[in-house]
């Protein structure tokens, strides 16, 4: 096994045992609420109760600390429809509910502000924007729409999008024919063997993440390379509808393979082959392949 292989499946098995990694941040798991009438504008004592006190959970979400989880709740809650379109937010009542200070209550509406789920006007207040209004490429609204009631219309647009944007990206990789580039995508699918005979799917997917955003990243194209952190939302997101990405085995291993002989080959059709190949390993995706809809 090469120390790069070694370094990064003992790194993966040190944050699943819960010990941070080095720059790792920390991971929040999904309250997911109950499925009830949401019939006018619900209170905060109707929602989860576990999601009160967010100074007892143990870790953040993407940012650290207080501002975080809250951004986390309350993001969830948006998401969900716990805190439906135009429900006004008052910092002091959420200050109140959550019990933290008033400017981790005005940081974490910021946040959400920037990512499309509540706009702050004067003489208006803060309010939920409807979903047309929200960033629905922000990794953070993927994820609570990937685990929310929305679950299973996120997991078929993120499927739809990958099989847009990832075909074209191992074209255009192609041609662009870096040996460092090349070989840390073999680096890659080598890590990959070595995890799945060991039953490691923790590493297994974190190397395969590493290997599709790469592959995008080298594809010469900068708007592609913008659209990277849908794919590697769409590889974090567990449950069906899956690809062959989702589920370590030999075919999948293969396909991955096929890729970097074809990049270090120059042939853009068969990496794209490949690619197409690799998003339709087990027979349950067919489902998720991109065809015309009836209106």
């Avoid at 208006?124 to 929305?150: C, H, K, M, Y």
Wanted: one cysteine or more.
């Amino acid at each position: 096994m090469s120390t790069l292989a070694h370094t990064m499946m003992t790194a993966a098995r040190s944050a699943d045992s819960g010990l941070a990694g080095p720059g790792e941040l920390d991971r929040y798991p999904y309250a997911e609420a109950p499925v009830t009438e949401r019939l006018g504008a619900p209170s905060w004592d109707g929602s989860d109760p576990e999601l009160g006190r967010v100074g007892r959970r143990a870790a953040g979400s993407r940012g650290r600390g207080l501002h975080g989880q809250l951004v986390q709740q309350l993001g969830q809650m948006i998401v969900s429809g716990d805190l439906g379109a135009d429900r006004p937010l008052v910092p002091e009542e959420i200050g109140q509910r959550f019990e933290v200070s008033r400017t981790v209550v005005r940081e974490s509406l910021r946040v959400l502000e920037a990512k499309g789920l509540v706009s702050a006007r004067p003489n208006v207040g803060t309010r939920v924007r409807p979903v047309s209004d929200w960033n629905l490429l922000d990794p953070d609204i993927i994820e609570w729409r990937a685990f929310g009631p929305q679950r299973d219309n996120q997991r078929r647009e993120l499927s739809e999008l990958r099989w847009t944007i990832e075909p074209l990206a191992a074209r255009l990789a192609a041609g662009h024919g870096r040996e460092d580039v090349q070989q840390r995508l073999s680096d890659m699918v080598e890590i990959m063997g070595h995890a799945m005979a060991q039953g490691d799917a923790l590493t297994f997917s974190r190397a395969d993440a590493e290997f599709h955003s790469l592959l995008i990243q080298v594809a010469g194209n900068r708007m592609l390379e913008h659209l990277s952190g849908i794919v590697s939302s769409a590889l974090q997101v567990s449950g069906g509808p899956v690809t062959g990405c989702d589920r370590p085995n030999d075919a999948s291993l293969a396909h991955h393979a096929r890729i970097v002989d074809a990049l270090a080959a120059g042939d853009g059709a068969a990496a794209e082959a490949a690619m197409r190949q690799l998003l339709i390993v087990h027979p349950e995706v067919e489902r998720v392949v991109p065809a015309p809809r009836e209106h």
